[in-house]
């Protein structure tokens, strides 16, 4: 009597129905985070030679504007209707260091950034300083940069 093989023979193949399904997950998840990663003010500042560093300090207020004109307060998406109103809030708490620096993309017009300074001035901001990001290849040649950036 021999035995003989039927066709149910072992397959060899491993099942990669679940690794699929795990990487269809992650790429969703991946699709529906990173737009939310990337969100928040993408502004290109104009470029200067011999410009004085500023580190950002705790509690500085920044007003940024991006290309199409919309306002991001301390990088927080606001309505541009409301920003008088926001910055009234926030200066009026305030006794001294009234000072906004504002950051709007190189392609916005400037008279965009004038509206902004003009709304800030009447909500109690005392000085507006622009930022802008030194040009590539270039020092600063400042004084204060010479003897150490004291």
């Known amino acids: 009597m021999s035995a003989s093989v039927s066709g149910s023979a072992v397959k060899a193949e491993p099942n990669v129905t679940p690794l699929v399904d795990v990487m269809l997950v992650l ?8 737009p939310t990663l ?3 003010l993408n502004a290109e500042p104009p470029q200067g030679i011999n410009l004085k560093q500023h580190p950002e300090e705790e509690g500085d207020q920044l007003l940024g504007i991006s290309r199409d ?10 309505r541009n209707e409301t920003l ?11 006794e001294t260091d009234k000072i906004l620096y504002i950051r709007a993309d190189r392609q916005l017009e400037y008279s965009k950034v004038l509206d902004a300074s003009d709304i800030a001035s ?6 507006v300083g622009y930022i802008s990001e030194q040009t590539p290849g ?3 040649q400042s004084v ?3 003897k150490g950036g004291d």
Do not use: C, H, W
């Open 69 to 78: 004109g919309q306002y991001y307060l301390n990088r927080n998406p606001i």
């Open 38 to 40: 990337t969100s928040g």
């Open 27 to 34: 790429l969703i998840i991946f699709m529906v985070i990173i």
């Open 144 to 146: 204060e940069a010479k």
């Open 84 to 94: 008088g109103d926001q910055l009234k809030q926030i200066y009026d708490a305030r």
């Open 138 to 140: 270039t020092e600063e």
């Open 122 to 127: 009447k909500s109690g901001v005392r000085v």
